[in-house]
């Protein structure tokens, strides 16, 4: 039986069920404690949370280079020893830095547990700020960053966060050489001893033995903690068009953006709904105009970058050379069609489909389960989140999608940054 490929599979119904939330294992002025438990798992992945982001640094390279020197030794064991004591059990650590948290993750086999705990907990709790260990550190950092400043789309949106918040606000700020130059061991060391352990949340996914569990609830509670501050900063804002040039560019690199609603708003799902449709999957209005139509770029995405104190709207793709300002007359185009015209019923469709599969394929297993609450817990949210997102994709019409981006879709708003290539521009 031949496939006609002009036609897609049929579509099957959702059924969506609230996903559970985790069990509280532990709460106390000193910290709390979540377990998505899966007695089946082989695997328990346990992640830690400091409440502090680049925020409450006085150099934005302060977090980053702290997480890194942890990984590199404690007081204990040098980046040798510990890197040998996790690849022995087949154990993987991470450490990642957010503008609004600090995150630490062990993944380990649960049977070995205990035998990987105490190294992870020593690292989280004495590292050794060695000055070598820091200077390749440095090197290694200075390299990396010089790489990502050399592609023009960094560049493109680096000005344009810098440009809606400020070159100073934590969500404007990106590093730069000297930032990186300007920080000793004895910077590391009082900064560590600012933030560390500073409102702990501690989600834990898979299985995990019962005294192994006791152990991790008496260690975190033994720990010296502290309450961090909740503070934000205000934006000051830049210019608003920007228009410069890159060497090593062989596109044009454009990108647009605004501060929108925080996911705490009612209407946030809604505006999930709405900023997909124009820019945020394949089937997308930027997609298909700026891409399918006019062969301009091989990709071109809207998307929401939501952090606890504010949400970044930003539009950004790589195009042909002198399409960018073509293209940005078309994404202000695309973006009045969907305030004064209605969407088809079937694109409609094809839109509400998608992301329902999007949203509950995140729901596959206890570990996403886990992340996911992770995130809800760094933006304040509760778990009736999802049931909102769902609810307002569920319910989507052409009507209320034009609602939606006739209030919060403002072309007017909108700083624009374009990166040409320098032989272009002369």
Not at 159 to 173: A, S, V
């Amino acid at each position: 039986m031949r496939v006609n490929r002009l036609e897609g599979p049929s579509l099957a119904s959702f059924i969506f069920k609230q996903p559970p939330p985790p069990r509280l294992i532990q709460s106390s002025k000193k910290s709390k404690i979540f377990f998505y438990r899966e007695e089946s798992a082989s695997l328990v992945i346990v992640q830690v949370i400091w409440g502090v982001g680049f925020g409450k640094a006085s150099n934005k390279a302060l977090p980053y280079l702290m997480l890194e020197m942890m990984k590199r030794g404690s007081k204990k064991r040098g980046l040798v020893a510990i890197a040998r004591g996790f690849e022995k059990y087949g154990a993987e650590i991470h450490f990642r830095g957010g503008r609004d948290a600090l995150l630490f993750e062990l993944k380990v086999l649960s049977a070995h547990f205990s035998d990987v705990w105490p190294l992870f907990l020593e690292i989280l709790s004495e590292p050794e700020f060695e000055e070598k260990s820091l200077e390749n550190l440095k090197k290694k950092s200075i390299s990396a960053l010089k790489q990502e400043e050399a592609q023009p789309a960094f560049l493109a949106k680096k000005m344009l966060r810098k440009g809606i918040f400020g070159g100073e606000h934590p969500y404007g700020y990106t590093l730069d050489v000297d930032d990186i130059l300007a920080i000793s061991c004895e910077d590391l060391r009082k900064y560590f001893a600012e933030v560390s352990w500073k409102n702990p949340f501690v989600v834990l996914s898979g299985e995990i033995a019962s005294h192994d569990g006791a152990t991790l609830v008496r260690d975190i509670e033994h720990l010296s903690l502290r309450l961090a501050d909740e503070s934000f900063w205000e934006k000051n804002q830049g210019e608003k068009k920007i228009k410069t040039t890159h060497p090593n560019s062989l596109q044009d690199s454009i990108a647009l953006g605004a501060t929108t609603i925080q996911q705490n708003d009612p209407d946030y799902p809604k505006l999930v709904v709405a900023n997909t449709l124009l820019g945020n999957f394949f089937s997308s209005r930027l997609m298909q105009n700026i891409r399918e139509k006019k062969g301009y770029t091989y990709g071109i995405y809207s998307q929401l970058v939501p952090f606890k104190g504010a949400t970044l709207w930003m539009i950004a793709s790589d195009l042909k050379v002198g399409k960018a300002e073509e293209s940005i007359l078309a994404v202000h185009k695309e973006i009045e069609r969907l305030k004064s015209e209605l969407a088809p019923i079937q694109e409609i469709e094809i839109l509400k489909n998608y992301l329902k599969g999007q949203l509950i394929s995140s729901f596959d297993s206890v570990f996403s389960l886990g992340y996911l609450y992770v995130n809800l817990h760094i933006h304040s949210l509760d778990m009736g989140y999802y049931h909102r997102l769902y609810s307002a994709i569920d319910s989507t019409t052409p009507f209320s999608i034009q609602a939606t981006a006739s209030k919060y879709f403002e072309n007017q708003g909108l700083h624009e940054v374009v990166v040409a290539p320098l032989k272009a521009s002369t």
